[in-house]
């Protein structure tokens, strides 16, 4: 019985291989530094748009020794503080990705990641309008 052996790879395309799967992992690093600015975002966005909407009633009513625009001011400085770091994220993440494949003719897969930062943004300005025009019913 002769079997067949499988052919052993070249070192060119052991290394071809080893490249692609370097690739791969700067890839999944991108993305997993892209989801912490993204954590970020969405904590800070959360967080101001809360305390804009628990402290202004109690402004509001007096019930603390704060001026009336207090919480709206500081919701809206942590809204914009969370989206305007993830839009260096996201541009961070962008650059990265450029300078990776400027000596590479791999296609990347679609990011996913990317898109969800878009959509926090969308929601951190839908807050501001909220905020601002009362948009939204919240």
Same mark, same amino acid.
């Not at 509001?60 to 919701?75: E, F, L, Q, S």
């Given at each position: 019985?002769?079997?067949?052996?499988?052919?052993?790879?070249?070192?060119?395309?052991?290394?071809?291989?080893?490249?692609? /799967?370097?690739?791969?992992?700067?890839?999944?690093?991108?993305?997993?530094?892209?989801?912490?600015?993204?954590?970020?975002?969405?904590?800070?966005?959360?967080?101001?748009?809360?305390?804009?909407?628990?402290?202004?009633? /109690?402004?509001?009513?007096?019930?603390?020794?704060m001026p009336a625009?207090?919480?709206?001011?500081?919701?809206?400085?942590?809204?914009?503080?969370? /989206?305007?770091?993830?839009?260096?994220?996201?541009?961070?993440?962008?650059?990265?990705?450029?300078?990776?494949?400027?000596?590479?003719?791999?296609?990347?897969?679609?990011?996913?990641?990317?898109?969800?930062?878009?959509?926090?943004?969308?929601?951190?300005?839908?807050?501001?309008?909220?905020?601002?025009?009362?948009?939204?019913?919240?």
């Amino acid at each position: 019985m002769n079997e067949a052996t499988p052919a052993t790879p070249t070192s060119n395309e052991l290394a071809a291989q080893r490249t692609d /799967m370097a690739l791969g992992r700067t890839v999944m690093a991108l993305e997993r530094t892209l989801m912490a600015w993204l954590r970020t975002a969405l904590s800070l966005i959360s967080f101001g748009f809360t305390i804009y909407k628990v402290l202004q009633p /109690m402004a509001a009513k007096g019930n603390i020794d704060m001026p009336a625009t207090a919480p709206r001011n500081i919701g809206l400085f942590l809204i914009f503080l969370g /989206m305007s770091l993830l839009l260096v994220g996201i541009f961070e993440y962008t650059a990265a990705k450029k300078r990776m494949l400027e000596g590479s003719s791999k296609k990347l897969p679609f990011s996913f990641t990317l898109v969800a930062s878009v959509g926090i943004l969308i929601v951190g300005l839908f807050t501001i309008l909220n905020i601002f025009f009362g948009l939204g019913g919240f």
